[in-house]
Protein backbone atom coordinates (compact mmCIF):
# COMPACT_ATOMS: atom_id res chain seq x y z
CA UNK A 1 0.00 0.00 0.00
CA UNK A 2 1.55 3.22 -0.90
CA UNK A 3 1.61 6.61 0.99
CA UNK A 4 -1.83 8.02 -0.99
CA UNK A 5 -3.53 4.82 -0.34
CA UNK A 6 -2.66 4.35 3.54
CA UNK A 7 -3.90 8.46 3.81
CA UNK A 8 -6.98 7.42 2.28
CA UNK A 9 -7.56 4.56 4.41
CA UNK A 10 -6.98 6.30 7.54
CA UNK A 11 -9.52 9.53 6.14
CA UNK A 12 -11.64 6.82 5.89
CA UNK A 13 -11.00 5.11 9.52
CA UNK A 14 -11.21 8.55 10.76
CA UNK A 15 -14.43 9.54 10.13
CA UNK A 16 -15.43 6.10 11.02
CA UNK A 17 -14.26 6.76 14.32
CA UNK A 18 -15.86 10.33 14.86
CA UNK A 19 -19.44 9.26 13.12
CA UNK A 20 -19.22 6.01 15.58
CA UNK A 21 -18.63 8.14 18.67
CA UNK A 22 -21.14 11.11 17.50
CA UNK A 23 -24.15 8.79 17.12
CA UNK A 24 -23.21 7.35 20.41
CA UNK A 25 -23.52 10.77 22.48
CA UNK A 26 -25.83 11.85 19.99
CA UNK A 27 -28.25 8.88 20.87
CA UNK A 28 -27.83 9.38 24.94
CA UNK A 29 -28.74 12.92 24.87
CA UNK A 30 -31.61 11.75 22.58
CA UNK A 31 -32.43 9.29 25.61
CA UNK A 32 -32.15 12.26 28.14
CA UNK A 33 -28.97 10.37 29.37
CA UNK A 34 -26.24 13.12 28.69
CA UNK A 35 -24.01 11.63 31.64
CA UNK A 36 -23.39 8.77 29.23
CA UNK A 37 -21.24 10.71 27.35
CA UNK A 38 -18.40 10.36 30.24
CA UNK A 39 -18.84 6.30 29.28
CA UNK A 40 -14.50 5.54 28.30
CA UNK A 41 -15.27 3.98 25.58
CA UNK A 42 -17.71 6.68 24.16
CA UNK A 43 -14.90 9.52 24.34
CA UNK A 44 -12.57 7.20 23.12
CA UNK A 45 -14.19 6.68 20.07
CA UNK A 46 -14.20 9.99 19.40
CA UNK A 47 -10.59 10.91 20.83
CA UNK A 48 -9.11 7.93 18.46
CA UNK A 49 -11.36 9.79 15.29
CA UNK A 50 -9.37 12.96 16.21
CA UNK A 51 -6.02 11.15 16.53
CA UNK A 52 -6.29 9.04 13.24
CA UNK A 53 -7.66 12.13 11.00
CA UNK A 54 -5.12 14.65 12.84
CA UNK A 55 -2.13 11.54 12.24
CA UNK A 56 -1.43 11.87 15.81
CA UNK A 57 -0.98 8.06 16.77
CA UNK A 58 -0.10 9.26 20.38
CA UNK A 59 -3.64 10.47 21.12
CA UNK A 60 -5.13 6.80 19.55
CA UNK A 61 -2.87 4.92 21.61
CA UNK A 62 -3.73 6.75 24.56
CA UNK A 63 -6.90 5.73 24.04
CA UNK A 64 -6.28 2.04 23.18
CA UNK A 65 -4.15 1.41 26.56
CA UNK A 66 -7.54 2.82 28.97
CA UNK A 67 -9.69 0.58 26.61
CA UNK A 68 -7.69 -2.56 25.36
CA UNK A 69 -8.08 -4.98 28.43
CA UNK A 70 -11.42 -3.45 29.69
CA UNK A 71 -13.00 -4.03 26.26
CA UNK A 72 -11.76 -7.90 26.27
CA UNK A 73 -13.22 -8.43 29.44
CA UNK A 74 -16.67 -7.26 27.62
CA UNK A 75 -15.66 -9.63 24.17
CA UNK A 76 -15.40 -12.22 26.28
CA UNK A 77 -18.66 -11.97 28.13
CA UNK A 78 -20.55 -11.05 24.88
CA UNK A 79 -19.05 -14.29 23.28
CA UNK A 80 -20.37 -15.94 26.37
CA UNK A 81 -23.78 -14.65 26.15
CA UNK A 82 -24.08 -15.06 22.85
CA UNK A 83 -22.87 -18.85 22.60
CA UNK A 84 -24.10 -20.10 25.63
CA UNK A 85 -27.28 -17.95 26.39
CA UNK A 86 -25.97 -16.92 29.81
CA UNK A 87 -23.85 -14.32 31.24
CA UNK A 88 -20.37 -14.97 32.42
CA UNK A 89 -19.37 -11.56 34.08
CA UNK A 90 -22.84 -9.85 33.60
CA UNK A 91 -21.54 -7.14 32.21
CA UNK A 92 -22.96 -7.44 29.12
CA UNK A 93 -26.96 -8.33 30.54
CA UNK A 94 -27.94 -5.05 29.16
CA UNK A 95 -27.34 -5.95 25.05
CA UNK A 96 -29.69 -9.12 25.63
CA UNK A 97 -32.38 -7.45 27.76
CA UNK A 98 -35.68 -6.97 26.16
CA UNK A 99 -36.18 -3.30 25.22
CA UNK A 100 -32.56 -2.11 24.42
CA UNK A 101 -33.21 -0.71 21.18
CA UNK A 102 -31.46 -1.97 17.93
CA UNK A 103 -29.46 1.53 17.57
CA UNK A 104 -28.47 0.94 21.14
CA UNK A 105 -27.02 -2.84 20.63
CA UNK A 106 -25.30 -1.44 17.32
CA UNK A 107 -23.29 1.06 19.16
CA UNK A 108 -22.15 -0.84 21.60
CA UNK A 109 -21.00 -3.33 18.79
CA UNK A 110 -17.95 -1.33 18.92
CA UNK A 111 -16.48 -2.89 21.54
CA UNK A 112 -15.88 -5.73 19.44
CA UNK A 113 -13.49 -3.90 17.20
CA UNK A 114 -12.69 -0.49 18.49
CA UNK A 115 -9.08 -1.90 19.26
CA UNK A 116 -7.73 -3.71 17.12
CA UNK A 117 -8.95 -1.26 14.05
CA UNK A 118 -7.36 1.55 16.01
CA UNK A 119 -4.02 -0.30 16.46
CA UNK A 120 -4.05 -1.05 12.70
CA UNK A 121 -4.81 2.87 12.05
CA UNK A 122 -2.14 4.09 14.56
CA UNK A 123 0.65 1.43 13.33
CA UNK A 124 0.21 3.04 9.98
CA UNK A 125 0.98 6.27 11.30
CA UNK A 126 4.03 5.05 12.89
CA UNK A 127 3.94 4.97 16.69
CA UNK A 128 7.24 6.67 17.99
CA UNK A 129 6.21 7.66 21.43
CA UNK A 130 5.74 5.15 24.12
CA UNK A 131 4.62 6.97 27.05
CA UNK A 132 1.09 7.81 26.07
CA UNK A 133 -0.10 6.06 29.08
CA UNK A 134 0.58 9.27 30.85
CA UNK A 135 -2.09 11.08 29.10
CA UNK A 136 -4.00 7.48 29.48
CA UNK A 137 -3.82 8.24 34.07
CA UNK A 138 -4.47 11.65 32.92
CA UNK A 139 -7.77 11.25 31.17
CA UNK A 140 -8.61 8.18 33.78
CA UNK A 141 -8.48 11.07 36.76
CA UNK A 142 -10.39 13.79 35.14
CA UNK A 143 -12.85 11.35 33.98
CA UNK A 144 -13.44 9.95 37.57
CA UNK A 145 -13.71 13.85 39.12
CA UNK A 146 -16.63 14.45 36.18
CA UNK A 147 -18.44 11.13 36.81
CA UNK A 148 -18.16 11.44 40.32
CA UNK A 149 -19.56 15.05 40.47
CA UNK A 150 -21.87 15.35 37.78
CA UNK A 151 -23.36 11.78 37.50
CA UNK A 152 -25.91 9.80 39.41
CA UNK A 153 -24.31 6.67 41.17
CA UNK A 154 -27.55 4.41 40.25
CA UNK A 155 -25.90 4.85 36.45
CA UNK A 156 -22.53 4.04 37.33
CA UNK A 157 -20.49 5.09 34.60
CA UNK A 158 -17.12 3.35 34.15
CA UNK A 159 -18.14 1.44 37.10
CA UNK A 160 -16.78 4.28 39.29
CA UNK A 161 -19.28 3.46 41.73
CA UNK A 162 -19.49 0.48 41.79
CA UNK A 163 -17.88 -2.79 40.85
CA UNK A 164 -19.88 -3.92 37.87
CA UNK A 165 -17.44 -7.20 38.63
CA UNK A 166 -17.50 -8.59 42.20
CA UNK A 167 -13.35 -8.37 42.90
CA UNK A 168 -12.16 -6.91 45.93
CA UNK A 169 -8.80 -5.98 47.65
CA UNK A 170 -10.37 -5.52 50.85
CA UNK A 171 -9.36 -1.74 50.41
CA UNK A 172 -11.63 1.11 50.07
CA UNK A 173 -13.95 0.76 46.77
CA UNK A 174 -12.75 3.99 45.08
CA UNK A 175 -9.13 2.88 45.90
CA UNK A 176 -9.40 -0.49 44.31
CA UNK A 177 -11.07 1.18 41.36
CA UNK A 178 -8.14 3.37 40.94
CA UNK A 179 -5.61 -0.08 41.40
CA UNK A 180 -7.18 -1.95 38.93
CA UNK A 181 -7.73 0.75 36.02
CA UNK A 182 -4.25 2.45 36.50
CA UNK A 183 -2.55 -1.21 36.55
CA UNK A 184 -4.73 -2.18 33.36
CA UNK A 185 -4.13 0.55 31.62
CA UNK A 186 -0.07 0.49 32.11
CA UNK A 187 -0.18 -3.50 31.76
CA UNK A 188 -1.71 -2.75 28.11
CA UNK A 189 1.00 0.16 27.14
CA UNK A 190 3.67 -2.71 27.98
CA UNK A 191 2.31 -5.37 26.16
CA UNK A 192 1.55 -3.03 22.94
CA UNK A 193 4.82 -1.28 23.32
CA UNK A 194 6.26 -4.46 23.13
CA UNK A 195 4.59 -5.64 20.30
CA UNK A 196 5.28 -2.29 18.40
CA UNK A 197 8.82 -2.30 19.09
CA UNK A 198 9.00 -5.94 18.22
CA UNK A 199 7.46 -5.19 14.57
CA UNK A 200 10.08 -2.25 14.28
CA UNK A 201 12.72 -3.76 14.86
CA UNK A 202 11.37 -6.12 11.70
CA UNK A 203 11.52 -2.81 9.48
CA UNK A 204 7.60 -2.46 10.01
CA UNK A 205 7.17 1.36 9.49
CA UNK A 206 4.30 3.07 9.43
CA UNK A 207 3.96 6.59 7.29
CA UNK A 208 5.04 9.66 9.33
Known sequence: MNKKQKLILLDILGVFFLFWGIVAISL?????????????????????????????????????????????????????WLILNKPLF?????????????????????????????VYAASLIGIKRKDAWKWSFIQIILVYIFVSLFTPSDININC????????????????????????????SSLGINLIALRDKSRGDKGMI
Open 28 to 80: SMYNQNPTQILYMCYLGLVLIGVGILTKRSFIIMSQVYILAIPLIVWDIDFLH
Open 90 to 118: GITNYFFAEGHSLLGKIISLQHLFTVPIA
Open 160 to 187: IFNPCINIHFGLPYRLTWFLIIFSLTFL
